[in-house]
């Protein structure tokens, strides 16, 4: 760990001709929709739309300054979260489906390049958050990125974040080298059939895993921090438990310990509760959706938590189980670091 006033490599991509370079790469990327693995193969520059239901332009469902992700990010004025609308997964269980799974309603929330720039710089400038956080920003990687070679000509500044489902292509986190300031995966699961059950893709742990195996090359497992206390630049992993083991904890946290690093920092939620399809009440529910039609109970968080020690993770914050009796859809502020 160590302190320093922190300048994002951004910024010496954008200075360089760069960052330039890879936003036109990877907006041409939308000409043939590889951007992300489902390899939908559409032209989204003429607003063809796949899975994702985005076109040509990004879609912001809302921006502001958020108090709800890690204490290490948040600090006092809280981290610029830009919530991108629709989702390339499609979670039975998603706490954010007002957003991520209305498709025909959220195009209705398109944005210009410019105007999400703006964004970026009235979170920096009047909201003085400490870093903008990019909320599911796996389809509009490109929007991302060309939005931010505006932003930076706009005088911004601070750290991005990249606060992503895992299910993202390397070929795009490789043009995100040096771009992205810290990666905020949720690993999902670590059984194939319950990517497919739960989230509608037969490639979720092959994907996600490859995806974070990149985000450690470029990052490794020590988090920089500023002078300022928060974190400016890493990789911190999410993992959301779910009833029944359902979530996959146990091969998720091995995979990780085994093959990246028990340094690696983690974030553990407690906060999971039925939703969206799981409980809709006309739907035909199969066994697997009655599996995780409820919250998780305090034995099955302990067993994550004391699996966390044994595989010797030392780093990172866990929710207290009770985070569940009052959590909508946010982290709260309320998390714990790990004890040993
Ligand atoms: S970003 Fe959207 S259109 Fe492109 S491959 Fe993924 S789901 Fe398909």
Redesign the pocket.
């Known amino acids: 760990m160590s302190e320093m006033e922190y300048h994002p490599p951004y910024l010496d991509l954008y200075c360089s001709g760069e960052l330039g370079d890879r936003a036109r790469r990877l907006e041409q990327m ?1 000409s043939s ?10 032209n ?1 520059l003429e607003n063809e ?4 239901y ?1 076109g040509k332009k990004a879609i912001v469902s809302s921006y502001c300054a958020h108090f709800g992700e890690e204490p290490a990010l948040v600090g006092t004025n809280g981290v610029g979260n830009i919530f991108f609308g629709n989702c ?1 997964l499609r979670c039975v269980y998603c706490q954010n489906y007002e957003i991520s799974q209305r498709y025909k309603e959220e195009r209705k929330n398109e944005v210009s390049t410019l105007r999400l720039a703006e964004m970026m710089i009235e979170l920096q400038d009047e909201k003085k958050c400490h870093a903008i956080g990019f909320v599911s920003p ?2 509009f990687a490109p929007q991302m990125v060309s939005a931010l070679e505006v932003a930076c000509s706009m005088g911004l500044h601070i750290p991005i974040i990249y606060n992503t489902n895992a299910y993202d292509s390397v070929e795009v986190l490789k043009l995100l080298d040096g771009i992205v300031d810290i990666y905020l995966p949720d690993i999902k699961y670590s059984e194939e059939q319950a990517g497919y059950d739960y989230s509608g893709v037969k490639d979720y742990v092959y994907h996600s895993r490859n995806a974070l195996k990149e985000m450690y090359r470029q990052m490794g497992s020590e988090l920089l921090y500023g002078e300022d206390g928060l974190v400016k630049r890493g990789l911190v992993i999410r993992h959301l438990v779910l009833p029944n083991e359902m979530a996959g904890s146990d091969g998720t946290l091995k995979m990780i310990a085994s093959e990246l690093s028990p340094n690696i920092t983690l974030s553990v939620m407690s906060q999971y509760y039925p939703t969206n399809r799981v409980t809709e009440t006309n739907a035909e529910r199969s066994d697997r959706i009655l599996l995780i039609n409820r919250r998780i109970r305090e034995r099955e968080y302990e067993k994550v938590l004391e699996l966390l020690d044994e595989l010797g993770f030392e780093n990172g914050w866990a929710q207290e189980f009770e985070s569940q009796d009052y959590y909508k859809p946010d982290f709260t502020n309320r998390l714990e670091p790990f004890t040993k």
């Open positions: 939308l929709c590889t951007i992300c693995p489902l390899d939908c193969r559409v989204r739309i796949a899975r994702c985005s390339n796996t389809h």
